[in-house]
């Protein structure tokens, strides 16, 4: 089993930054690749960002150039930075561990071996 715990999650204004994180635990962390995904009230969840277990990254259309995944393999953790937020960034962002994963394997959410509980990232016009 893997345990992951969001945190980072707040209110911010439009063209604001935050910074989210993803502590794992239970298992090698090193051997999982990592996502980030998102859902806004009302719609389905979508995928954000991954970053393999090798350490190759990928990030969905809308928030390249403004959001990075990042991983520090020493402390278990998963970051996503998120610049020039928009309104329609506003959603729970959830952390997703799939072992030894490619990340393009990883944007449909589907059979992602873990599951965080998701943290609130609400941003205001």
């Known amino acids: 089993q893997v345990q992951l715990v969001e945190s980072g999650g707040g209110l911010v204004q439009a063209g604001g930054s935050l910074s989210l994180s993803c502590v794992a635990s239970?298992?090698?962390?090193?051997?999982?690749?990592m996502g980030w995904f998102r859902q806004a009230p009302g719609k389905e969840r979508e995928f954000v960002a991954a970053i393999s277990w090798r350490g190759g990254t990928l990030h969905a259309d809308a928030v390249k150039g403004r959001f990075t995944i990042s991983r520090d393999n020493a402390k278990n953790t998963v970051y996503l930075g998120m610049n020039s937020l928009k309104p329609e960034d506003t959603a729970v962002y959830y952390c997703a561990a799939d072992w030894r994963s490619l990340v393009a394997s990883m944007t449909q959410g589907i059979g992602v071996d873990y599951w965080g509980k998701g943290t609130l990232v609400t941003v205001s016009s």
């Open positions: 239970g298992r090698t962390f090193s051997d999982y690749s």
